[in-house]
């Protein structure tokens, strides 16, 4: 762990140092040093733009998550559990989950309009089809001698719901979670580049337009951040959930 | 006869605790849009005493699991009857507890809540639960292990929290598929032993699945011997070894050896005579 945290972050200062030395050598707008980089992100950062922009698309990226999941997994639970309903659906799911979500951008703005609903609605179609197959597949891949035990036991089907599936089911569940956080993190910055210019995806397409490459290239780091923690955050949650799991993998 | 033992076919006991008359089951099995019918079990009958220890033997394949299976309740006969104490068998009940050849234990919980995971489903409250797993596990001699996971043990120490588990709810049948099948041999013995011992001091009735013939002989107070499949009983042998049985005693025994090559030889004749 600590040696990998440290070619972690050997990596970081090489490529860091890498880009100062490229950046002051070429002296050209399109590949501004680094420092001067780290200066446009602290005044956008002091000026209050940042944040400001930071929080509205969040709010749409955590809603928009939120929304997914909680559907996603409701829905891939059942999928999982009634061949009926995954029969009646898989065609949709499956069809969805490969097909690129941003040529539905433009349905999305006339059903939703191009308010804040829309972005989450981008946000939600982005991160939703993943989170369902992942959870469907955790579902059918639940060892049925649990199951077989269970109801050996007195369970009924409640009980086999709640104490067998849904906890074998987890590990799969929370490794749909983290894909669907990273294509909602895609869907919040394609949302605000494609639909209405606000919160960070406004910031892209002003400055780029603006060839402001030092404040550009500012934001895209904080998106890479923004995908970076929200990642550790589904991970973390996975390894309080399914610490057991972890356990066997490191074996 | 051979050599003094009492080959039985059909025992007929005043007062059996499960009583399988006529027993048959087949399964339809498809291959590309092909159903077949796959006969499993045909005309099976078995009397089986109260605190009797019997095995059940037969070539893989001769449905011996899936009889285990149908008197627990978890699957649905075709012909004929099982019954328990004269009810016919539809369901799982309290009385029997299942001890599985995989063991069948929750990778997420901890080995104390494995074995309380029997008892949640009897709606017994969390202290009553707690108590009663730790002195199941005691029993079995995993008291200090209660807050491994299942993945933290060995095999041998994973299926002493199975039967934990299964003694926990105190049923009068225990029902144990291949229960020491994916053990080393070494640990295999001990279970064995220890099997035995528990067996002396609860007085359960015990039906054994194995296709080990020294497990089956050491073990029990009838071996029956099944014919491939479709399965039958071929033959219902009485084991008269004295109990308590001295693992290294009963194993060098004259009769012991010569019951263990009987069954073998049965079950060869058995599957001579098969013709699929």
Redesign the interface.
Known sequence: MKSRFGTNFFSLLSLALLWEVTGRAMDSTLIPPLSQIGAAWWKLLSSGKLLSNLSMSLTTLVTGFCLAVLIGVVVGLLMGRFRAVEHFLDLYVNALMSAPSTAFVPVLILWFGLGVESRVAVVFLFAVFVIIINTMTGVKQVDTVLVEMARSFGAREKEIFFMIILPAALPAIMAGLRLGMGRAVKGMVTAEMLLTLTGIGAMIMQYGSSFATDSLFAVIFTVLLIALLTMKAVQWLDRRLTGWKAEIAIE | MLNGLNVLNNLNDSNPLVEIQGVSKSFHKTVKEHTTEVKALADVSLSIRENEFISIIGPSGCGKTTLL?MI???IPYDGGKILIDGKQVTA???D???V?Q?F?L???RTVLANVE??L???RLPKEARTKTARDYLKRVGLSDFENH?P??LSGGMQQRAGLARALA?NPSILLMDEPFGAVDAQTRQLLQEELLELWQRERKTVIFITHSMDEAVYLSDRVVVMTPRPGKVAEILDVPLPRPRVSEAVRRDAKFVDLTNYIWESLKKAMENHHP
């Open positions: 299976k627990d309740g978890l799982p009940g309290p029997r507890a299942v599985f995989a069948a929750l990778p997420w995971f029997s949640e489903l009897r996971y993945h933290e709810v």
